[in-house]
């Protein structure tokens, strides 16, 4: 167990629809990363947060949006949603921030979405 | 940013031999160089990592080896199991700003028996 939490495990839903997706990271750490894994592809990085601020970007979509809420929890919101949004989505952590750099992130088991 | 290119895409070895993955990165301030291994279906866990001070790392059948000028690090595994058998990444690390880390498309690792 990596100390990161997803939730749900499992997702279905039908094209157009919206979703929100949770991450409870492990405790202490400030920073939350979002990733995008498609069926036989790597790890496409969406976003990241740092002690509840946008720290970067990544190849997120427009219809994808984001926050970190005060008690460091993320969700991933993602709307409009199309049959090629169906993924592997997973969260991971880390302390890494300001003053510290050269931690190690722990991902959580993912939420698998599928868009029917 | 930061790009991480990562070779090969997949890699077959026979049972006992040596597996060799080796990755690029773009950003000479990068400074931190973990090594992910995912299994099918399951979340991607840190075997082993390295940072920008130091050139070599081992952890018993495992190695990884960094070469900042040439900005070029590689994953060695000796000794393979079928249980090495699953997608490696690489990622590299910016030394400032986001501390985003960013990875390599994955190497699928096939030992055979």
């Known amino acids: 167990d990596s100390g990161v939490t997803q939730t749900p495990k499992h997702l279905i839903t039908a094209t157009g629809q919206r979703v929100t997706l949770r991450c409870s990271p492990r405790s202490g750490d400030l920073s939350v990363y979002w990733y995008q894994q498609s069926l036989d592809q790597g790890l496409q990085f969406l976003i990241q947060y740092y002690n509840g601020e946008e720290r970067a970007k990544g190849n997120i979509l427009e219809r994808f949006s984001a926050q970190q809420f005060p008690d460091l929890h993320s969700e991933l919101n993602l709307s409009s949603l199309e049959l090629g949004d169906s993924a592997l989505y997973f969260c991971?952590?880390?302390?890494?921030?300001?003053?510290?750099?050269?931690?190690?992130?722990?991902f959580g088991q993912g939420t698998r979405l599928t868009v029917v | 940013g930061e790009n991480v290119e990562q070779h090969p895409s997949t890699l077959s070895v026979q049972e006992g031999d040596s597996a060799v993955i080796k990755c690029t990165y773009s950003?000479?301030?990068?400074?931190?160089f973990p090594w992910y291994k995912q299994e099918l279906g399951k979340r991607p866990q840190l075997i082993i990592d390295i940072r920008s001070n130091v050139g070599e790392k081992k952890d018993q059948r495992i190695a990884v080896t960094l070469n900042k000028t040439a900005k070029h690090f590689s994953l060695h595994i000796t000794e393979t199991q079928p249980e090495d058998s699953a997608v490696y990444f690489c990622?590299?690390?910016?030394?400032?700003?986001?501390?985003?880390?960013?990875f390599g498309k994955g190497t699928k690792l096939s030992v055979i028996p």
């Open positions: 950003d000479s301030a990068s400074n931190y």
């Open positions: 990622a590299a690390r910016e030394g400032a700003g986001s501390y985003q880390l960013t």
């Open positions: 991971a952590s880390s302390v890494s921030g300001t003053g510290k750099v050269n931690t190690e992130a722990f």
